[in-house]
C-alpha cells in the first residue's frame, strides 16, 4: 500500500498574478506549510510539451541543433514542442512537432513517461516517446516562419557516449537517450 | 572539428526586468532572429543548483520525498539545492545540501555532468554528482525552518525499474538514476 505523506503537503491561502506573456505565465502565491508558517511559492504555469526520440531501424536518431537564448548557445536536443492547448492529446502534439520539424511521420509512438522539467518552480509536464517506423512525407521541415533549428542523424550509441560524457546538458535529450538506449538493449535479450 | 552552427544565433537588442522575487527573476529582452525579423524572449533567471546521486556500497541510494507546490503533489527525488550564490563552487554546494537533507557527509563526489532543466526559457545548470563513501555525522537532517522532507533508502535497482515504468517524474532524478545505473554496471565489466 502506498504510504501516506500528506502531512508534507501546502495549502494555497491566496495569490496574484505576476505576469502573463507568450510562454511564461508567473503567480505569486502564499501557502500554509507543514508547521503552520506563510510560505510564498512562486510559479511559473506552462501548457505542457511532448518530446520525443524518433529512431530508424538502423539505430540513427533524427536530431536537432537549435540556438538556446537563455544560455546563449547552440543545443543537441530531441524534437519536442508545447501542446497547442491544455487539455490537447499529447500524442496527437507529437506526431505534429515531428512532422513541422523534420518532415517526417511515424508508425509507432511508445510513451516513454512523463517529465517534470523543474517542479520546485514550474508546473510543466513532458510526455516523453519512443518513435519507429520513420517514413518522410516530403524531407523537409514544416517550420514556423521564426523558428529556426537543424535536424541530423546520430546513432543512439554515440548519443549514449555522449550522455555519459556529460556532453548533452539538455535534461529531455538525457532522459530520452538512456530510456531509449535501455529499453533497445533488453528487447534485444 | 566542431562545425559552425551561428547563424542560428539570435542577439539581443534591449529587454526589460518584469520581476525579481524569492526563486524567480523574470526578464523580456528582444532578439534579433537570424531572418532579421525581431523576436521577444522571457526569460527567468536562476542562480544554479546541484543535484547528486548519494549510494551506499550495498546500492541502496538515499532519496527523499518533497512536496512540490507546482505540481501539487508529493514527489520522489534525489537530494538537491540551489547555490548560496552565483559563484559558489558546485561541489561546496553539493556537500552542504547533503549534509542538510540528509545528515551524511561523503568521501567521493563524482561530477555526472551538467542538466540545463528547460532551456527554452530559463537558464538553469544543475550539477549533478555520484556519492559515494557515505558516512553519518550525526543522522539527522538540518534543514531550514520552513523545509519539510523526508529521507529514505531505495535500491539503485528498484530506482532505475520505477523510472523505466515512468513512475519517477522528476527529470534530475530520472537522469542521475539512469546515469548511476549505467556507470556502476559498466564498471562490474
Same mark, same amino acid.
Given at each position: %500500500?502506498?504510504? *501516506?505523506?500528506?502531512?508534507?503537503?501546502?495549502?494555497?491561502?491566496?495569490?496574484?498574478?505576476?505576469?502573463?506573456?507568450?510562454?511564461?505565465?508567473?503567480?505569486? *502565491?502564499?501557502?500554509?506549510?507543514?508547521?503552520?508558517?506563510?510560505?510564498?511559492?512562486?510559479?511559473?504555469?506552462?501548457?505542457?510539451?511532448?518530446?520525443? $526520440?524518433?529512431?530508424?531501424?538502423?539505430?540513427?536518431?533524427?536530431?536537432?541543433?537549435? #540556438?538556446? =537564448?537563455?544560455?546563449?548557445?547552440?543545443?543537441?536536443? $530531441?524534437?519536442? @514542442?508545447?501542446?497547442?492547448?491544455?487539455?490537447?492529446?499529447?500524442?496527437?502534439?507529437?506526431?505534429?512537432?515531428? #512532422?513541422?520539424?523534420?518532415?517526417?511521420?511515424?508508425?509507432?509512438?511508445?510513451?516513454?513517461?512523463?517529465?517534470?522539467?523543474?517542479?520546485? #518552480?514550474?508546473?510543466?509536464?513532458?510526455? %516523453? =516517446?519512443?518513435?519507429?517506423? +520513420?517514413?518522410?512525407?516530403? *524531407?523537409?521541415?514544416?517550420?514556423?516562419?521564426?523558428? #529556426? +533549428?537543424?535536424?541530423?542523424?546520430?546513432?543512439?550509441?554515440?548519443?549514449?557516449? %555522449?550522455? %555519459?560524457? @556529460?556532453?548533452?546538458?539538455?535534461?529531455?535529450?538525457?532522459?530520452?537517450?538512456?530510456?531509449?538506449?535501455? +529499453?533497445?538493449?533488453?528487447?534485444?535479450?
Amino acid at each position: %500500500m502506498e504510504k *501516506d505523506y500528506s502531512y508534507l503537503n501546502e495549502e494555497r491561502i491566496d495569490g496574484v498574478d505576476i505576469f502573463d506573456g507568450k510562454v511564461v505565465h508567473l503567480i505569486r *502565491d502564499s501557502v500554509r506549510l507543514p508547521n503552520g508558517n506563510v510560505g510564498i511559492r512562486e510559479v511559473i504555469r506552462h501548457v505542457g510539451a511532448v518530446c520525443m $526520440i524518433p529512431v530508424f531501424e538502423n539505430g540513427d536518431v533524427l536530431i536537432e541543433r537549435q #540556438f538556446r =537564448y537563455p544560455h546563449a548557445k547552440v543545443l543537441l536536443e $530531441i524534437p519536442a @514542442g508545447k501542446l497547442d492547448s491544455k487539455g490537447e492529446d499529447p500524442l496527437d502534439a507529437a506526431k505534429r512537432e515531428l #512532422f513541422e520539424e523534420t518532415g517526417y511521420v511515424a508508425d509507432s509512438f511508445t510513451l516513454l513517461g512523463e517529465l517534470y522539467t523543474t517542479p520546485a #518552480f514550474v508546473d510543466e509536464v513532458i510526455w %516523453m =516517446y519512443l518513435v519507429e517506423g +520513420l517514413h518522410t512525407v516530403d *524531407d523537409k521541415q514544416h517550420l514556423d516562419e521564426d523558428e #529556426f +533549428l537543424t535536424v541530423e542523424r546520430i546513432p543512439l550509441d554515440t548519443l549514449c557516449e %555522449m550522455v %555519459m560524457r @556529460g556532453e548533452i546538458p539538455d535534461a529531455k535529450t538525457q532522459v530520452a537517450v538512456l530510456k531509449a538506449k535501455r +529499453l533497445m538493449d533488453e528487447r534485444k535479450k
